[in-house]
């Protein structure tokens, strides 16, 4: 086995087990996705741009919707999320890699073909209708059309993707630590990811179980979710909602990790209330667990679990307020510069108040029973998941482009990028809460004239292809970037953590020698002293170069992740086309099992930098 | 599966897999938390088909719970044995622990049969829906279980096999015993406490 | 890893398991007797839970290994009967 031939183009990549390329492919695949989800999304916003759209009919509507939101979510947010997690966990905690490199490969292709799958059910026959939330009956009925089975297996599957990446994340956190790089030491964003990976430790496995219910139900005749044989419908809401309530945190702490270190950075100071706002964090983990019901207002709960419910939704706006001021406290009296990252994280605190603050409304009953399914809720969660956790990668991106690629992005134009995204998000999602409240329902594929709604269903139109436009700004500056960008150096930022103490790109090994950490944000104590008065001096004396560790063992690349996620694929393929699917589906659990244990049998590392 | 690291900061590769096998336990938890959840809220709404008390025998599946539980004291033996590097002692254990699960798999082959022939089948109530799927999804996971105990047995003959990498029997162990505790709760929340 | 408490040999383990056995015995035979009537459900959980902890304690070494894989594992083992018992108490049914 030569080197050479691993390492030549797609074969490359194919086979990486480096968390640093593994990352870059999250990252692409969530962009394609993103793309993909914006242009259902324009779709909609065509269709509603006046009365009686004519663009759509109401199933292409129907599956165009779902799609929207199935895809902004598991195939955008979550792997955005994750391929910054990937890059810069183990580097910001000193480590070389995840404690399982081939695992966290296969959480990627399982992932892939997760997407795939759900992207491929337009060409045959039509995609998912029943709404991302896939509430049952509605979901479990109709066991002819296979739309909702492509919906239930691909859920099921990316859910798999991401317990796995979870419990590799948790486990890197917990035992791949530089020395002296203890827990409290840790940057907040790693802090985030992890709290982000037991939320999905805990919520997903609800869910799968509800799916498989789902999947039954169709496709076996059980009786989980069908009145008529005596099941209730209620219990999927609960099941959903307990894993889709940890999932909105899911989405939404990432981003708040990229902001927690983006500010300290441009305001030349350390973060505020550094321990209150990670433990804020973790509170918003733990309290993300007990308000799922307040999605389930109208469904008839009763009195105790409506007010229990209600209260918890308020509480949970306490950590989430503590962030905010600690941001603000970051910001205050720093020497700001306003960067594109910064930009971004600005109006990530911008937007997630106001959606934070229509989210509490929210918490009133009777005030959400008038709300619920209106636009109002369209508005909200946009602001807090477009105007929040899009926001936060956005900034994340600008911020660490420089570290991945080695080329600072063009300031002008992501100045532009970030102003008519600003506004494109503004235009399309305020105008929704005047939509909802004057009584807009979701999920309607027209509305009559006269209502009321004409005008600002326009602007909303105008303003999503505003934030198309500020996309294709985003790609122009890509392209640009990557043709004649300026080299970045190792620390463009100034930064603070361990990511700016190596180079531009990092070396695949990350560090030559694992760091030894002595503080919070130690890179900028490394390079920066305080004087008698309070202020930052450089420090003079280049700490002498530290002895050369032994060889350096990195972990070998491997087929056998995408062999077995490609047998998933064929499946899960298999399990919609049932009785003959069967066929498929000992086909593709035999190509599993055979890169399963093909991987069990691989050794594990190869020497490197003797 | 694991990353070698640098001898200095020795983190030791079987520390770091019992930390991910635990986290995965825990999560597995609510995997089963949600099925028996799912069946304590349908045990009643049995519609016209039969109910626990007609179709339960408690007997029977005492033996059969009996046995998964003294599958575990195996299995334990076999990863003391493991430990003090006594192969044959070992594979015997394993293999021991393998034939108590497939013996409790018979047992749930032949309850499902009985049930079927009373008239309680997936499709005929949601408890029996809830019923079926909660009992063979932690089938399934004996059954992976079994398969994981052969393929640990076997693969202690060959060259490739080392006692400290890849499924080592203490992993396979922590599974085993997991399934193990599941059943006990299901024992006693499915079967005790409904006749 | 640095242990606690040294692991156990095989005669503890063989004594764990009769005590296992014994535990069973007794919640079969629980359910047999009549008159224990509304304690049966009580006696039968907590019964459950020590053999639950023992199997977990003693087996899975949790009582001897590094406390992180307890605070791990206990995550998931307390929070999965707290969320479903809310959702059961939602629907009437942990009242009855």
Known sequence: ?610 | ?195 | MAQQRPHPRPRDYWVVALILAVITAAEVSVTYIDFLDAAVAPMLLVMAAAKFAIVVGWFMHLRFDAPMYRRLFLIGVIAAPILFAAVLFSFGVLIG
């Open chain 1, 1 to 610: 086995m030569t080197e050479t031939a691993h390492h030549r183009g797609m074969w490359r990549w194919l086979t990486t087990t480096d968390h640093k390329k593994i990352g870059i492919l999250y990252g692409i695949t969530a962009m394609g996705f993103f793309v993909v989800g914006g242009i259902e999304a324009l779709f909609i916003r065509l269709q509603l741009a006046t009365p009686n759209g004519e663009i759509l009919s109401a199933d292409a509507y129907n599956q165009l919707f779902t799609m929207h939101a199935t895809t902004m979510v598991f195939l955008v947010v979550m792997p955005a999320a994750a391929a910054l997690t990937n890059y810069f966990l183990p580097i910001l905690i000193g480590a070389r890699d995840v404690a399982f490199p081939r695992l966290n490969a296969f959480s990627y292709w399982v992932f892939v073909a997760g997407g795939l799958f759900l992207t491929v059910s337009f060409f045959v026959g039509g995609a998912p209708d029943g709404g991302w939330f896939g509430y049952a009956p509605l979901s479990t009925q109709v066991t002819e059309v296979v739309r909702m089975d492509y919906w239930a297996l691909g859920l099921q599957v990316l859910g798999l993707a991401s317990v796995l990446s979870s419990v590799n994340f948790i486990t890197t956190v917990f035992t791949m630590r530089a020395p002296g790089m203890s827990l409290m030491r840790m940057p907040v964003f790693a802090w985030m990811a992890t709290v982000v990976s037991f939320l999905l430790l805990f919520s997903l496995p609800i869910i799968t179980i509800g799916l498989l219910q789902v999947f039954l139900d169709r496709n076996l005749g059980t009786g989980f979710y069908s009145a008529a044989s005596g099941g209730d419908p209620v219990l999927w809401q609960h099941l959903f909602w307990l894993f889709g309530h940890p999932e909105v945190y899911v989405l939404i702490l990432p981003a708040m990790g990229i902001v927690s270190e983006v500010l300290p950075t441009f305001s030349r100071k350390p973060l505020f209330g550094r321990s209150f706002v990670i433990f804020s964090g973790i509170a918003i983990g733990f309290m993300g667990f007990g308000v799922w019901a307040h999605h389930m207002f109208t469904a008839g709960l009763g009195p105790v679990a409506e007010a229990a419910f209600s209260l918890t939704t308020m509480f949970i706006a306490v950590p989430t307020g503590v962030k905010i001021f600690n941001w603000l406290g970051t910001i205050w009296g720093g020497s700001i510069r306003l960067k594109t990252p910064m930009l971004f994280s600005l109006g990530f605190i911008f937007l997630f108040v106001i959606g934070g603050l229509s989210g509490v409304t929210h918490s009133i009953v009777p005030s959400d029973a008038q709300q619920h399914d209106t636009y109002y809720v369209v508005a909200h969660f946009h602001y807090v998941l477009f105007g929040g956790a899009v926001f936060g990668i956005f900034s994340g991106l600008y911020y660490w482009w420089p570290k991945v690629t080695g080329k600072l992005l063009n300031e002008r134009i992501g100045r532009l990028h970030f102003w008519l995204m600003f506004i494109g998000m503004n235009l399309t999602f305020a105008p929704m809460h005047i939509l909802g409240l004057n009584g807009m329902p979701r999920r309607t594929y027209r509305y009559a004239e006269g209502l009321g709604l004409d005008l600002w269903n326009l602007v909303a139109t105008i303003g999503s292809f505003t934030i198309a436009a500020s996309l294709l700004v985003f790609f122009w500056n890509w392209y640009r970037t990557a043709k004649h960008g300026q080299p970045a150096g190792d620390d463009p930022w100034d930064g603070r953590t361990l990511e700016w103490s190596i180079s531009s790109p990092p070396p695949e090994h990350n560090f030559d020698v694992i760091p030894v950490v002595h503080s919070e944000d130690d890179f900028w104590h490394r390079k920066y002293t305080e004087n008698e008065a309070g202020h930052a001096v450089t420090v003079t004396a280049v700490p002498s170069a530290p002895a050369a560790e032994g060889p350096i063992h990195l972990p070998s690349p491997s087929y056998y992740p995408a062999l077995a996620s490609s047998g998933i694929f064929v499946l899960l393929l298999g399990l919609v086309y049932l009785p003959w699917g069967l066929i498929a589906v000992g086909a593709g659990a035999v190509v599993t099992m055979w890169g399963l244990f093909g991987w069990s049998m691989e050794p594990l590392t190869r020497e490197d930098h003797g």
């Open chain 2, 1 to 195: 599966m694991s990353v070698a690291l640098h001898e200095e900061h020795a983190h030791d590769p079987a520390h770091i897999r019992k930390v991910a096998m635990w986290v995965f336990l825990g999560s597995e938890c609510l995997l089963f938390g949600t099925l028996i959840s799912t069946f304590l809220l349908y045990r009643t709404r049995t519609g016209s088909g039969p109910t626990a008390a007609d179709v339960f025998d408690i007997p029977f599946t005492s033996v059969s719970s009996f046995i998964l539980l003294m599958s575990s004291l195996t299995m334990v033996l076999a990863h003391h044995s493991s430990v003090r590097k006594d192969y044959r002692q070992m594979r015997l254990w394993l293999v021991a622990t393998a034939l108590l699960g497939v013996t409790f798999l018979a047992g749930q082959v032949f309850e499902f049969t009985e049930f079927v022939h009373e008239g309680l089948t997936v499709t005929t109530s949601p408890f029996g829906s809830s019923f079926f799927v909660l009992t063979s999804f932690h089938g399934a996971h004996v059954a992976v279980g079994v398969l994981m105990l052969l393929v640990t047995a076997l693969m202690s003959f060959t060259g490739k096999w080392r006692p400290d990498a890849g499924m080592d029997v203490e992993l396979v162990g922590l599974y085993w015993h997991f399934v193990d505790i599941v059943w006990i709760v299901i024992f006693t929340v499915v079967y005790l406490l409904q006749v």
